[in-house]
C-alpha cells in the first residue's frame, strides 16, 4: 500500500529572487539550558541548544522521548526562562509571552468548550484590543483561510478532531503572528488527516508567509513540512545535526528516500528505536 504521504506536497513559495532572507534571525537560541525541579534536584532536559531561524523559515525539530523537544517549545513561547543561554526574537531577549508567537498544540481540547468556532478565533483578538466587528470579520477570513468558513456557528464538541486542529490553526493565524509554533499538532489523528493537514498547512504557510517552529516525533512529517531540521540527542540533549531537507522532493523520490534513512539513522544513533516499516516513528 503506498503511504499516505505520497499526495502530500512539498512544493514552497519562493521569493522573487530566489533566495532566502539572510539578515537578523527572526530567533536565536544561543547555548539555552533547560530543566526542571524534583525531590532529588535540578533535572536538566537540555543541556546546550543553539540555531537561529530566518524570517519565513521552516524549521522541524525532531529528537527521541524525553530530549526536551517542547520543552524547549515552551521556552521560546516564553513560558519557561531558561536555566542558561539566551532567546531572542526578532532582537529582543527573554520576551514574555506574547502574540507575536502563537501556540498550537497536540491536545484536542484546547479550545473554549463555551464558545462557537467564531469566538474562539476572534477571543484573542478581543484580549489584543481588537474591535469586536474587526475581530469577527478577521476571525472569519482565517476560518475561511483553514476551509472552515461553514463550521463558524459549531461549539468545539460537534467537531471531529481534524477541525478542532484547524480552528486551533486558524486562532494562531488570526494573531499574525511574527513565528508559529507548534508542538506535535497532528500527533493524535489518524494517518489519513495528518496527511492531508500537512499539506493544509503547507499551502496555509505560503499564502501567508508565516514563519513556522514546529515539534515532531515524525520523520516524514519533518520531510514534508520543512525547510531545515533541528536533530536533537538524548536528554541533556543538544543539537547533533542541522539538516537542509529543502530539495529532498516529492516522498517517492529517491533524495527523499535517501533523507528518510539519514534522519533515521541519526536518531538510531541517539537511543531512539526505529522501525524501518513504519510510516511514522
Not at 41 to 48: H, P, R, S, Y
Not at 112 to 139: C, E, H, M, Q
Not at 238 to 263: I, W
Amino acid at each position: 500500500m503506498a503511504s499516505t504521504l505520497d499526495n502530500v506536497s512539498r512544493t514552497r513559495e519562493q521569493p522573487a529572487n530566489g533566495s532566502r532572507s539572510t539578515g537578523e534571525p527572526l530567533l536565536s537560541v544561543e547555548h539555552v539550558r533547560l530543566g526542571y525541579w524534583t525531590p532529588a534536584g535540578f533535572n536538566l532536559a537540555v543541556g546546550d541548544v543553539s540555531f537561529e531561524v530566518q524570517r519565513r523559515e521552516r524549521i522541524i525539530v525532531i529528537g527521541p522521548s524525553g530530549c526536551g523537544k517542547s520543552t524547549l517549545l515552551k521556552a521560546i513561547a516564553g513560558f519557561i526562562s531558561p536555566a542558561g543561554g539566551e532567546i531572542s526574537v526578532a532582537g529582543r531577549t527573554a520576551p514574555p509571552p506574547g502574540p507575536d508567537r502563537a501556540v498550537v498544540f497536540q491536545e484536542f481540547d484546547q479550545l473554549f468548550a463555551w464558545r462557537t468556532v467564531l469566538d474562539n478565533v476572534a477571543y484573542p483578538l478581543r484580549v489584543n484590543r481588537r474591535r469586536r466587528a474587526d475581530a469577527t470579520a478577521s476571525a472569519r477570513q482565517f476560518l475561511e483561510l483553514t476551509g472552515l468558513g461553514h463550521a463558524a456557528d459549531r461549539y468545539p464538541h460537534q467537531l471531529s478532531g481534524g477541525m478542532k486542529q484547524r480552528v486551533a490553526i486558524a486562532r494562531a493565524l488570526a494573531l499574525e503572528p511574527a513565528i508559529l509554533l507548534m508542538d506535535e499538532p497532528f500527533g493524535s489523528l489518524d494517518a489519513l488527516t495528518r496527511a492531508r493537514l500537512q499539506g493544509e498547512l503547507n499551502a496555509i504557510l505560503d499564502r501567508t508567509h508565516t514563519t513556522l517552529l514546529f515539534v515532531t516525533h515524525s520523520i516524514d512529517e519533518a520531510l514534508v513540512l520543512g525547510d531545515r531540521v533541528v536533530v536533537l540527542g538524548n536528554a541533556p540533549s543538544t543539537v547533533q545535526e542541522l539538516v537542509d531537507v529543502r530539495d529532498v522532493g516529492a516522498p517517492d523520490s529517491a533524495a527523499y528516500a535517501d533523507m528518510r534513512r539519514r534522519l533515521r539513522r541519526l536518531l538510531a544513533n541517539k537511543g531512539e528505536e526505529v522501525d524501518e516499516n513504519a510510516v511514522f516513528v
